[in-house]
């Protein structure tokens, strides 16, 4: 495969031309159950009805203007979030490492407008992932990110997941924010335990720090809340997300309260398509659904039942599954330990009509669309167990 893209990804040998609700078909008619959701992003399955409407009418309407002048589409927007989260304020992006990107400018200015600019250092967790910018990188420990792209800035310090001795130990007087995923996406779907996140909670709050949550992959009713952080009882100061919110057309956004924001005033930050018309007609779309009653129920059920079902799954597939261990994740966020490469058997169940993805070091991902139905979690049980009556493991 020969190609004038740059050989950043070691993608499958694949071209999807049509999506459908929970599949999606190939250029060879094969059909496949979409469990992955192109990581988590059409949360509303493919060529949703309102989606596409919203997207025609905006498409034959006004496309972009630039932040040089009003967005009402944007403003709505915000208005409707901010409605329904601890935020008072945002910044909407094109992408989930320009939100998460924005939230460390929030930290920054924020510290700067309380007269504590020393304060410039994040705390944030092994195995994180925030996305391949050079802060994103520099943020986290994993080898496989970083590799190549040091010297990086000496902006993070980063501590065990879930550690919250150890986070205690690495506030310092360099340090003005704590950050992390409820949820670790690409880390391999570990949760937050209730003890972490009420701690770092109270942390920030004794220190004047602030708690800064990357909601990129396990918000917008993932996790059957419409942001993870609500099963805690807690709420962050600043908080990214993305993929969801978009359903497919590329929007991420920076959420604060108003006092984090302090310092995001006039001229302080910008992108020319950020909170475009095109992507906030179509992130509008996407909550109007989200926010229907009963939709962030059905997610909720649904999470249950495959769970469930994976539970039953696994025993029977112990040559494959580790079925003692728990299941990691939360919701439609849901994955499974893997005995055999991760990687290797995701990519052979492609070829029984599944799609799923590796995460951390041996965890088969989920993200299906959160309007499946029990016939999907179905479908996917018999797809998973053919593959596994037809894996072989690779020569050592
Ligand atoms: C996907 C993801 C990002 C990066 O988002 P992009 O849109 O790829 O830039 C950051 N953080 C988390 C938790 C993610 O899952």
């Not at 509303?44 to 596409?52: K, N, Q």
């Not at 003005?176 to 949760?191: D, M, V």
């Not at 006039?266 to 906030?280: F, I, K, R």
């Not at 261990?325 to 055999?340: D, E, T, W």
């Amino acid at each position: 495969m020969t190609s004038a893209i740059m050989p950043t990804y070691a993608r499958a040998d694949i071209e999807m031309v049509r999506g459908e609700g929970v599949y999606m078909f190939d250029a060879q008619g094969r059909k496949y159950l979409d469990f992955i959701s192109g990581i988590g992003v059409m949360a509303l399955g493919h060529c949703h009805p309102h989606l596409v409407k919203a997207l025609h009418e905006q498409g034959a309407r006004l496309w972009h203007t630039s932040n040089l002048y009003r967005i009402p589409l944007a403003e709505r927007l915000a208005e409707r979030l901010a409605a329904v989260t601890f935020a008072d304020t945002m910044f909407f992006t094109n992408s989930g490492a320009e939100a998460w990107e924005c939230s460390v400018k929030v930290a920054r200015s924020y510290h700067h407008a309380m007269g504590t600019p020393q304060k410039f250092r994040i705390i944030t967790c092994s195995n994180a992932f925030h996305g391949r910018t050079m802060a994103g990188i520099a943020a986290t420990d994993q080898e496989k990110l970083r590799k190549g792209f040091e010297p990086l800035p000496d902006w993070f310090k980063v501590v065990p997941f879930n550690d919250l001795a150890a986070v205690e130990a690495a506030i310092d007087d360099s340090v003005g924010a704590i950050k992390f995923e409820p949820i670790q996406g690409e880390g391999g779907f570990t949760a937050a335990t209730p003890e972490f996140m009420t701690g770092v909670r109270k942390l920030c709050d004794d220190h004047g720090l602030l708690m800064i949550l990357d909601e990129i992959q396990c918000g917008v009713g993932r996790t059957g809340k419409l942001f993870a952080h609500e099963h805690y009882g807690i709420t962050p100061d600043v908080m990214s997300i993305a993929k969801g919110i978009g359903g497919g057309f590329p929007v991420g956004a920076c959420l604060a309260t108003e006092r984090a924001a302090i310092g995001m005033t006039a001229g302080t930050h910008g992108s020319t398509y950020g909170g475009n018309p095109l992507a906030m007609a179509v992130a509008n779309a996407v909550l109007d659904i989200v926010l229907e009653p009963g939709f962030l129920e059905h997610a909720t059920q649904m999470g249950q039942r495959l769970e469930a079902a994976f539970q039953q799954l696994t025993p029977n597939l112990d040559d494959i599954f580790d079925p003692d261990a728990p299941l990691p994740g939360m919701g439609l966020m849901r994955g499974i330990k893997c005995k055999v490469p991760n990687r290797d058997f995701v990519n052979h169940a492609r070829s029984e009509g599944i799609l799923a993805a590796a995460a951390g070091k041996d965890v088969m991902r989920f993200l299906p669309p959160l309007i499946i139905e029990q016939n999907h979690i179905d479908e996917a049980c018999e797809r998973i167990s053919a593959a596994a009556k037809t894996y072989r493991k690779p020569e050592a």
